[in-house]
């Protein structure tokens, strides 16, 4: 066989669902933009075929979105920390947010940074360590610097702003800073998000809005919203996608996360290959989270 006829083989199935068309140089087709099934050569004929091609294209789009739902995440929605590039915890004490870059520096690098300057004398010139801006002195000058963020479209800064908002008791402000940090594709706002679904807080009770902003958030890496996904399967005794949703938030090191498997365990709703291998993975992802300087700056919090 040719190289000609192999490479033509393709080609001749990228034809239009609806008329046929076949795709050639001055006739592109685009993809059904829920499933990954058919191709339209324009958007009349995407019509036409709609009524009969509808029920598949609804049962793909699930297809799709369970294997996106339930695709293990390479790591959590904190990511690495901008300094030393080691992951940021996800347990206890969480890093502060910088206002002025929305980044989140580790603990460690933020002590190591602190000591430098206390030996070169420099600790009056304090400097923010990722874009060496001044810290904010007063609560103005944080604000000032969240709303440039928002300026400048970072859904970070919005979540922080609308957290502000929820803490003040305006859910209606909140609501319309996380949802905008959402479209961007913000973890924790898509989280915020199901919890005010969740007890009706500036918006009405819905269980559905309430399911979405889960997914969305345990998709990005969210293991707190992972986790409450598994529970709700418990509780709806779905055991199977209980487990696989607790093993995925173990697998990032989710302390609650593995003590909930446990109990999954010892009931017989996880194996015991599975239970070992959760408790390996959670415990490399812990140890993937340390490093001297952490440690150093831990002992020295107690203090």
């Known amino acids: 066989m040719s190289t000609d006829s192999v490479e033509a083989e393709p080609a001749a199935d990228m034809c239009c ?43 793909r789009a699930a297809e799709l979105r369970e294997e996106l739902l339930f695709r293990q995440n390479e790591s959590s929605h904190h990511g690495d ?51 060496r801006q ?23 800064a919005m979540r922080q702003r609308g957290s502000k908002h929820y803490d003040e008791g305006d859910y209606d402000s909140a609501f319309e800073y996380w949802s905008k940090a959402a479209e961007l594709d913000d973890a924790m706002a898509h989280f915020n998000l199901s919890l005010m679904y969740e007890k009706g807080e500036g918006v009405e009770e819905d269980e559905k809005k309430r399911t979405n902003h889960l997914e969305e958030a345990a998709i990005a890496g969210h293991p707190d919203a992972r986790c409450n996904l ?10 199977d996608r209980a487990v696989k949703h607790l093993i995925i938030a173990a697998n990032l090191g989710h302390d609650k996360a593995t003590r909930a498997l446990k109990i999954c365990y010892a009931e017989g709703q996880v194996s015991k290959e599975e239970f070992a291998a959760a408790l390996r993975a959670h415990q490399a992802a812990v ?11 831990a002992a020295a919090d107690r203090y």
């Open 81 to 131: 920390c901008p300094i030393c590039f080691l992951p940021l915890p996800i347990n206890g004490k969480q890093p502060m947010l910088s206002t002025c870059c929305s980044k989140m520096i580790c603990d460690g690098c933020e002590y190591a940074n602190f000591l430098r300057q206390c030996e070169e004398n420099l600790y009056l010139r304090q400097t923010c360590l990722f874009c």
């Open 134 to 156: 001044p810290p904010p002195k007063t609560d103005e000058q944080k604000n000032r610097n969240i709303m440039k963020r928002i300026a400048a479209n970072d859904p970070v």
């Open 287 to 297: 140890d993937a989270t340390k490093s001297p300087q952490r440690e150093k700056a």
């Open 230 to 239: 598994g529970c709700h399967e418990v509780i709806d005794e779905r055991f």
């Open 17 to 59: 669902a609806s008329c046929g068309t076949a795709q050639v140089d001055d006739i592109k087709l685009t993809i059904c933009d829920a499933c990954d099934l058919v191709h339209y050569c324009s958007d009349e004929c995407k019509q036409d075929h709609r009524s009969e091609h509808e029920q598949l294209c609804k049962e």
